[in-house]
């Protein structure tokens, strides 16, 4: 399992992430607060607080393509 934080600070860069994490058949949890949300789904994506940095677990060691292709989102 991979953690990291990143920012999603528009509607193009939440539609680009969910875009990029769909593309792979692992689990991506997306973490604000006291809620968690599936990466994969856009409406969760939107229900959390985008404004402050969103933590981010991927649950699969074989990552470093997905790590590449988000590395734009990662604060």
């Given at each position: 399992m991979k953690e990291f934080n990143l920012m999603l600070s528009s509607i193009n860069d939440v539609k680009?992430?969910?875009?990029i994490v769909?593309?792979?058949?692992?689990d991506?949890?997306?973490t604000s607060g006291r809620?968690?949300?599936?990466a994969k789904s856009i409406m969760g994506i939107?229900?959390?607080n985008l404004s402050k940095p969103i933590k981010v677990e991927v649950h699969s060691d074989d990552c470093a393509k997905f790590m590449d292709e988000v590395a734009r989102f990662i604060v």
């Open positions: 680009d992430f969910v875009n769909a593309k792979y058949d692992f991506v949890d997306l809620y968690v949300v599936d939107f229900s959390l």
